[in-house]
């Protein structure tokens, strides 16, 4: 079974490469071991093709490393979820028309906060198309945060934010006296011995080696002022004809405790079933993480729902087998891990440009679970 299995993942990445992807890999951990797959190319102008071991930046997948250094800080009896924003954070969040005392931690990780859809906004939005090599600070970053009024009442409803991910990295920095980075090596990377996974310093214009070229599709239309993109006009303001574009070097400072981290397949593999499985955090913080919140917004997938950092399908969606996981995208990276609630049973794919659809994961899903999701 495992074996038809592979076969039919190889074969949606063989069409993923044929049709709009430079490069895609698959590793799949089942009863059968291990297995690697992998269609394309590393990099489109020397044909170098695509490999284990590649250093994958893996976008908001790391929204799970930051909520676990938190969780890891709770059951430390550090701070608690239910903590306001403003017991770490006093008066951060007042400039933007926000009420930090009634702001929890807890919202800030589950994307209840009614903080913004800070991705959008159009100061970062021009920034990395007009200044690639931008350094974020820490302090512009929670700035950014809170720069536009609130979108809903804390707790009333689910609105994916990397603000609220801004915010929380401040306070795992307050709270420790540590930067964030080295919080995410003491509590996650060291424990689970993830050698080649690392936060990405605010200033790297590049990866360790190996590691796949990052190509964005086509880029703004011609005339285009990156300042006037919103998340409605944003995918008619893309031209799909110009060639992929090369921004391996483009600075990703503004990710941060939103989406930082880079990794290889093997080590989210690793990560993914101890937070799937309580393999790294204690049973009263693992329940936490994997506490859902109903979604009555779009969803990146049909029948996904939100915890602390991580995605779960409902029941319903999954013909009632549980499956877990992390995703992100970035520009020039899209990464896809998920297993089942045991950890036998698990997957993670990447490409090196942004899927113009939903096809590619909805496929793997459907290969690797059985399960169609419409």
Do not use: C
């Not at 100061?123 to 609130?150: D, F, G, M, N, Y």
């Not at 964030?180 to 214009?205: G, K, M, N, Q």
């Amino acid at each position: 079974m495992a074996q038809n299995i592979h076969e039919e993942v190889q074969q949606i990445l063989d069409w993923a490469a044929e049709d709009s992807i430079p490069g895609i890999v698959a590793e799949v951990h089942d009863a059968d071991g291990t297995w690697f797959g992998a269609a394309g190319m590393a990099d489109l102008a020397t044909g170098h093709r695509r490999q284990p071991g590649e250093h994958l930046h893996i976008g908001s997948s790391g929204k799970a490393f930051t909520a676990a250094t938190v969780l890891a800080l709770a059951a430390e009896g550090r701070l608690s979820l239910e903590d306001p924003v403003n017991t770490w954070l006093p008066g951060v969040m007042e400039t933007g028309g926000y009420d930090g005392d009634k702001i929890t931690i807890r919202h800030l990780l589950n994307h209840t906060s009614g903080l913004f859809l800070t991705g959008l906004a159009p100061e970062l939005q021009h920034s990395i198309a007009a200044r690639p090599t931008r350094i974020w600070t820490t302090s512009e970053l929670v700035k950014l945060a809170v720069s536009q009024p609130p979108v809903g009442e804390p707790g009333e409803r689910f609105i994916y934010s990397n603000g609220g991910y801004y915010l929380a990295g401040a306070i795992i920095e307050k709270v420790t006296g540590n930067t964030y980075a080295a919080e995410v090596e003491r509590t996650v990377i060291r424990p689970l011995d993830l050698t080649h996974t690392y936060v990405r310093p605010a200033d790297a214009t590049g990866y360790l080696h190996p590691h796949p070229t990052a190509y964005v599709a086509g880029a703004l239309k011609d005339g285009v002022d990156p300042a006037t993109l919103t998340a409605e006009n944003w995918a008619s303001m893309i031209d799909h004809d110009k060639p992929p574009v090369d921004v391996t070097a483009l600075n990703t400072s503004w990710g941060w405790a939103a989406g930082g981290i880079v990794s290889t397949t093997e080590d989210l593999t690793h990560f993914l079933k101890a937070i799937a499985t309580g393999g790294l955090l204690p049973p009263a913080q693992h329940h936490e993480m994997w506490t859902m919140v109903a979604n009555d917004s779009v969803v990146w997938l049909p029948h996904a729902r939100y915890g602390l950092g991580v995605i779960e399908f409902d029941s319903a969606g999954m013909d009632g087998l549980t499956v877990r996981g992390v995703s992100g995208t970035l520009p020039g990276s899209f990464t896809l891990a998920l297993s089942t609630g045991d950890g036998r049973r698990s997957v993670v794919i990447h490409t090196n440009i942004e899927p113009k659809t939903l096809d590619i994961p909805i496929k793997i899903i459907k290969a690797m679970y059985g399960v169609a999701l419409g």
